[in-house]
């Protein structure tokens, strides 16, 4: 018994003590690989044990988040992440508690993992650019890149730090990225001064010598497979500028859902991008692998040929800070020769937050004058209806615009009216192709139709209001040549109960929708019920009804702003 006890001892000796060597070795194994390396070829292998290492492992992981599941987190530990919340704008706490290299599901279509891409493919150049990122999702983001693209195919990440003042982004992270990728893969590039988001993407740009720039958020997480597709549609032609489905990353649990929708990029006149139905001849005829031509990108995730990306004028270095320059880049890519499109095989994930945890310099508006900016250059005649929504912004001074012009001049580029005739024809243009638009008053109450500023991406109930002489952007409304009582993208709709309150719905050009206004005895009748738009004694702020039409009635008389008929 007590040899046999003894025995037993020995053998775990012996067991731990392999156990601990091999430890030692694997250690070892890494960090001498690349600090005793020869030749790039031996770096490449190097560098493609360690991804192959990983992709073995992948299928086998556990602990939080894993597989993109998400994090549920419950008393203290969920006090603190609310509490977190404001500042951060997502959940740290879950986000910290996942592995920096977590797998996440592969949610492409099953056919994509069918296609063969050419061995020889461009060379990406990732670009990440961060201000005062959280630790746990940009280094996510840089592991997901790594992990996941081929080392032939990526030629370096790039880590652009604007400026940011977080302690750990400093010499924490430089000591974690020489420690986590001793060969070099990945890079820190840091400004001297805070540059904005479109300045930071041009100086990541800057040192990038691959074949392809691929720009990323800073909390994003690379799909399996993201890369090759992109890298692809480059190589069939340069002018392509391509982006991944955009799947979302809660903010909330950080669980990476499948719901990068089957959708394409548009915009408002007011500038703000949207996302909206792949249209119906674009659907027809294509297997759903293949890339899909989108209006716009919403501007964060990308890939672009890095000659090109110069070639077209990279970005607006006038522009500050936030916003506008995903429409800038989309409206120049299509005007000036190239194409837009998005890359169904390719799936990236993003944390959607609702508010931006970081400060904005002089607090200005910069979506607004970056807007105004791109309106000038780019719109033509068109930048009359962003200024129906900034009215504000009329007369007010955007910084000096010429070279951008210089460079509209230069590439030759088309009018903005044919990006609309035929890159998004679908696009409402509410004072073009209708019978009437403006505001839409009731004269004997001086009372408008009026939003009443309710969001409209849901459906709500529509107001009237003191009318406001045009200032208003909530009291433009069109007459379409389809009878609709009409938003950008909103329709009057009532199913015409006598008395019934009408809302306001995404367009469908259904029956419920279509109405007749008559100019000379001004009634606005709802084509189906035969009821009249009436104001009867509503008050302004309050919604309006439809009623049985009583011939001449003064509360169902209506004169819209300008007609074109
Ligand atoms: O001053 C700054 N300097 C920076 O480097 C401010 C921000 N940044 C960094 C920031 O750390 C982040 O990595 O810039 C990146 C984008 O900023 P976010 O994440 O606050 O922007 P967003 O995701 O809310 O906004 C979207 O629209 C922006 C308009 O200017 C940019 O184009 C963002 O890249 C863009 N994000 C996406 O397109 C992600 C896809 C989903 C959608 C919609
Ligand atoms: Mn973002």
């Not at 740290?92 to 949610?107: F, M, P, Y």
């Not at 990440?157 to 060969?183: C, H, M, Q």
């Not at 909206?276 to 674009?282: F, K, M, N, S, T």
Request: charged letters at 30%; hydrophobic letters at 35%.
């Amino acid at each position: 018994m007590r040899i046999f006890m003894r025995r037993r001892s020995k053998l775990w000796t012996y067991l731990s003590a392999t156990a601990f060597f091999l430890g030692c070795y694997f250690l070892y194994r890494n960090w001498y690989d690349f600090t005793n390396w020869k030749t790039e070829d031996d770096i490449l292998s190097i560098r493609k044990r360690r991804y192959l290492d990983y992709q073995r492992g992948e299928s086998s992981r556990s602990g939080p988040g894993e597989y993109g599941v998400p994090v549920i987190l419950e008393g203290e530990e969920k006090k603190r992440a609310d509490g977190l919340m404001a500042k951060e704008a997502f959940n740290i706490v879950a986000s910290d508690k996942i592995a920096l290299d977590r797998a996440v599901r592969d949610v492409r279509d099953p056919k994509c993992k069918d296609i063969k891409y050419p061995k020889v493919l461009p060379k990406a150049s990732v670009i990440i650019i961060f201000h005062n990122e959280a630790w746990s999702p940009l280094l996510r983001t840089v592991h997901s890149v790594v992990n996941r693209s081929p080392p032939e195919y990526l030629h370096e990440v790039i880590l652009l730090d604007d400026f940011s003042d977080r302690p750990e982004l400093g010499s924490k992270l430089n000591a974690y990225v020489a420690e986590t990728w001793p060969e070099g893969i990945v890079k820190i590039v840091r400004t001297d001064k805070r540059c904005g988001l479109i300045r930071a993407r041009i100086e990541g740009a800057k040192p990038a010598t691959g074949d392809v720039l691929i720009f990323l958020d800073s909390h994003c997480e690379a799909g399996p497979g993201w890369i090759e597709p992109l890298l692809f549609r480059i190589k069939q032609d340069r002018r392509n500028v391509l982006c991944p489905i955009v799947d979302a990353i809660s903010d909330e649990n950080l669980e990476f859902s499948s719901n990068g929708g089957y959708n394409v990029g548009g915009f408002t006149w007011s500038l703000h991008f949207t996302w909206r139905d792949v249209p119906e001849i674009d659907v027809k005829n294509r297997q759903y692998t293949d890339p899909v031509r989108s209006p716009t990108m919403a501007g964060g995730l990308f890939a672009v040929d890095r000659e090109y990306f110069w070639e077209i004028g990279s970005y607006d270095p006038g522009m500050d800070v936030w916003g506008g320059e995903n429409l800038e880049i989309s409206f120049r890519v299509w005007m000036c020769g190239g194409r837009l499109e998005f890359i169904p095989c390719s799936r990236v994930g993003h944390i959607f937050r609702s508010s931006h945890p970081y400060t904005f310099p002089g607090n200005k508006d910069t979506h607004g004058i970056n807007s105004m900016r791109l309106a000038e250059v780019w719109m033509d005649e068109y930048k009359r209806l962003f200024y129906v929504h900034r009215k504000d912004l009329l007369g007010k001074f955007p910084g000096d615009l010429t070279e951008r012009k210089a460079l509209r001049e230069k590439l030759q580029c088309k009018s903005f009216k044919w990006y609309l005739d035929n890159v998004y024809p679908e696009k409402f243009v509410p004072d073009e192709n209708v019978h009437a638009w403006g505001m839409v008053r009731n004269p004997s109450s001086n009372l408008c139709l009026d939003t009443l500023q309710r969001d409209e991406k849901i459906v709500f109930e529509m107001g009237i209001f003191s009318c406001q002489n045009g200032v208003s952007a909530n009291q433009v409304f069109s007459y379409s040549l389809d009878g609709e009582l009409r938003r950008e993208e909103g329709c009057l709709t009532t199913h015409g109960e006598d008395g019934s309150v009408v809302k306001l719905e995404q367009c469908r050009n259904n029956s419920l929708q279509k109405w007749n206004h008559d100019k000379e005895s001004g009634t606005i009748k709802h084509i189906e019920s035969g009821k009249c738009l009436d104001r009867s004694n509503i008050p302004s702020g309050k919604s309006i009804i439809v009623k049985i039409c009583k011939n001449g009635e003064d509360s169902q008389k209506w004169a819209f702003e300008h007609y074109l008929d």
